[in-house]
Nanobody, 124 residues
Framework: QVQLVESGGGLVQAGGSLRLSCEVSRRTITIYRMGWFRQAPGKEREFVAAITWSGRSIYYEDSVKGRFTISRDNAKNTIYLQMNSLKPEDTAVYYC?????????????????WGQGTQVTVSS
């Protein structure tokens, strides 16, 4: 089993910053990749960013490139999402997810474990 616990969400004004954290507790399962997804009210869950557990490969959804940065601290078993220049359209519940088998990076169906989510609200 893998347990994921997100933190760091909150309310921020447009142009502000937040850093989300995802603490990963795992037993014997090898994680291939960690991802961040988000879901706004009335919309489907969408891919935001991902990083392989080794840190060698990083991916971003086009609308967050240059504003968001994903990173990991393997010693702390924690994944981060630094979000800068936030916009009202970034408002959503943000989820971290773990992928055990190497599948498509942007498809939520390819991730095996999910956190409970953390709310990010950006006011205009």
């Amino acid at each position: 089993q893998v347990q994921l616990v997100e933190s760091g969400g909150g309310l921020v004004q447009a142009g502000g910053s937040l850093r989300l954290s995802c603490e990963v507790s795992r037993r014997t399962i090898t994680i291939y990749r960690m991802g961040w997804f988000r879901q706004a009210p009335g919309k489907e869950r969408e891919f935001v960013a991902a990083i392989t557990w080794s840190g060698r490969s990083i991916y971003y959804e086009d609308s967050v490139k240059g504003r968001f940065t994903i990173s990991r601290d393997n010693a702390k078993n924690t994944i981060y999402l630094q979000m800068n220049s936030l916009k009202p359209e970034d408002t959503a519940v943000y989820y971290c997810a773990a992928q055990v088998v190497h599948t498509a990076v942007e498809l939520s169906q390819g991730y095996d474990y999910w956190g409970q989510g953390t709310q990010v609200t950006v006011s205009s």
